[in-house]
């Protein structure tokens, strides 16, 4: 079975600040990958995944993710927030081809201050 | 644009009482999740359903179950109400299972009290 660590917790930030949040997963076969955002008093929406390709995927709002498969990681970055980011994210992994549950991390709550 | 109802934003119960939530999506998805949100704790799947009239069990079952009698609804009921079951309840739904990397759509979720 697949797990998912986001190291991050809470992150608190400046406007302009450059983000990277961690997620790292188990799972020794292929894998597609998400990032979801959640913010305050919203549902949760796809920010960005990945499936197979380019390892860099960009998704919205400026909002990019690195797959290195070396690392079993897939980060989320941006270089420069905004006040409108604060929110909750969530990565999750699932096993390509096997469980078609994605399992998904604690999540990282971003405070971006103005 | 994919639609997931929750029936309540917000619902108070009490220990007990056997509790309904209710949701629908708009889009003939087949695949529907319930899960809990939990400060610290992340989601956590509840249980799943394939299609219609199938279910299965996800990370933690107990104390729940659920009905798909159509493919547009999930219900998850909560037999005997606890107060360790205070939570958000958010409901999800993807398009079919060989469409498995597509994404899934979530509702706003229920904020459900146990007193």
């Known amino acids: 079975a697949q797990s998912v660590s986001q190291h991050n917790h809470h992150v608190i930030l400046s406007e302009a600040a450059s983000l990277e949040l961690g997620c790292n997963y188990s799972y020794g076969g292929t894998v597609n990958l998400f990032w979801y955002v959640q913010y305050p008093g919203q549902h949760l929406q796809l920010l960005l995944k990945y499936f197979s390709g380019d390892p860099l995927v960009k998704g919205i709002k400026g909002f990019e993710a690195e797959f290195i498969k070396s690392k079993f990681s897939f980060n989320l970055r941006k270089p420069s927030v905004q006040w409108s980011d604060t929110a909750e994210y969530f990565c999750a992994v699932k096993a390509s081809g096997g469980s078609y549950i994605p399992t998904f991390g604690r999540g990282t709550s971003l405070i971006v201050h103005p | 644009d994919v639609k997931v109802t929750q029936s309540s934003r917000y619902l108070v119960k009490r220990t007990g009482e056997k509790v309904f939530l209710e949701c629908v999506q708009d889009m003939d998805h087949e695949n529907m999740f319930w899960y809990r949100q939990d400060p610290g704790l992340g989601l956590r799947l509840i249980y799943f359903s394939y299609d219609v009239k199938m279910k299965e069990k996800g990370d933690i079952p107990e104390g729940y179950s659920v009905s798909r009698e159509k493919k547009e609804r999930f219900s998850l009921i909560l037999e005997s109400a606890s107060t360790n079951q205070t939570s958000m309840y958010l409901c999800?739904?993807?398009?079919?299972?060989?469409?498995?990397?597509?994404?899934?759509?979530f509702g706003d979720g229920t904020r459900l009290s146990i007193l």
């Open positions: 999800a739904s993807r398009l079919g299972r060989d469409s498995s990397n597509q994404p899934q759509h």
